[in-house]
C-alpha cells in the first residue's frame, strides 16, 4: 500500500465540536488560540500540553498560508499520540503571510505525535490537495455547520454520500 492508501481521510479526524464558523478573530494567533481551546473543551489534547505555543513556534518558523485562503497551522507534541484536527472560518480574512499574499478565511490546525512526523505530513498534503479545489473552497465559505463540514470532505474523499455514517 502505497503512503497516500495510509493517510486517514479528513472526515474521520473532524467532529462537529471543533468546527467553528464565523469567528469573531482578527488575527491568526487569535484564531489558533480559539482552535486549540476547541480541542482542550473536546478533551482530544490535554491542556497541560503547549499546545499553542507549539503552533506558535512552528508558525514563526514559517507560514502555514498555502493560499487560496486557506491556511495550516500544526503542531508535533510529545506525549501525544495520534492526530487531531479543528477547522475554523473567521467571519473576515485574516493575514497570514501566505505565500500568495492573500489573507486567509479556512484553517485546519493539526495537531500530532512528535514521533510519526510521516503521518502529519501525509495528512497536510492530503488537506492542501484537497482545499486546492476551488469547488471545495466555495463549499467551506458556504457552509453553516459543523455536520456540512464533514459531509463536505466525506463526499470527496470517499466517494461515498454524505450521510452514509463515519464507521
Same mark, same amino acid.
Given at each position: 500500500?502505497?503512503?497516500?492508501?495510509?493517510?486517514?481521510?479528513?472526515?474521520?479526524?473532524?467532529?462537529?465540536?471543533?468546527i467553528r464558523?464565523?469567528?469573531?478573530?482578527?488575527?491568526?494567533?487569535?484564531?489558533? @488560540?480559539?482552535?486549540?481551546?476547541?480541542?482542550f473543551e473536546?478533551?482530544?489534547?490535554?491542556?497541560?500540553l503547549?499546545?499553542?505555543?507549539?503552533?506558535?513556534?512552528?508558525?514563526?518558523v514559517?507560514?502555514?498560508?498555502?493560499g487560496?485562503?486557506?491556511a495550516?497551522?500544526?503542531?508535533r507534541l510529545?506525549?501525544?499520540?495520534g492526530q +487531531?484536527?479543528? $477547522?475554523?472560518?473567521?467571519?473576515?480574512? +485574516?493575514?497570514v503571510?501566505?505565500?500568495?499574499?492573500?489573507? @486567509?478565511?479556512? $484553517?485546519?490546525?493539526?495537531?500530532?505525535?512528535?514521533?510519526?512526523?510521516?503521518?502529519?505530513?501525509?495528512?497536510?498534503?492530503?488537506? @492542501?490537495?484537497?482545499?486546492?479545489?476551488?469547488?471545495?473552497?466555495?463549499?467551506?465559505r458556504?457552509?453553516?455547520n459543523?455536520?456540512? +463540514?464533514?459531509?463536505? $470532505?466525506?463526499?470527496?474523499?470517499?466517494?461515498?454520500?454524505?450521510g452514509?455514517g463515519? @464507521?
Amino acid at each position: 500500500m502505497n503512503a497516500i492508501g495510509k493517510t486517514p481521510e479528513i472526515w474521520r479526524k473532524l467532529e462537529e465540536g471543533v468546527i467553528r464558523l464565523e469567528m469573531a478573530a482578527e488575527s491568526k494567533e487569535e484564531i489558533f @488560540a480559539e482552535l486549540v481551546d476547541a480541542l482542550f473543551e473536546k478533551d482530544l489534547v490535554a491542556r497541560e500540553l503547549p499546545v499553542l505555543e507549539e503552533v506558535l513556534r512552528r508558525e514563526a518558523v514559517l507560514s502555514t498560508g498555502v493560499g487560496n485562503g486557506v491556511a495550516l497551522p500544526h503542531a508535533r507534541l510529545g506525549n501525544f499520540s495520534g492526530q +487531531v484536527l479543528a $477547522f475554523g472560518r473567521p467571519e473576515e480574512p +485574516v493575514e497570514v503571510g501566505a505565500v500568495d499574499g492573500n489573507p @486567509a478565511d479556512l $484553517f485546519f490546525l493539526l495537531i500530532a505525535d512528535r514521533d510519526d512526523p510521516g503521518t502529519i505530513v501525509r495528512i497536510l498534503g492530503r488537506l @492542501a490537495r484537497l482545499c486546492d479545489d476551488e469547488t471545495v473552497r466555495k463549499k467551506l465559505r458556504q457552509v453553516k455547520n459543523g455536520a456540512d +463540514v464533514i459531509a463536505l $470532505f466525506q463526499t470527496h474523499e470517499s466517494g461515498r454520500p454524505a450521510g452514509t455514517g463515519r @464507521a
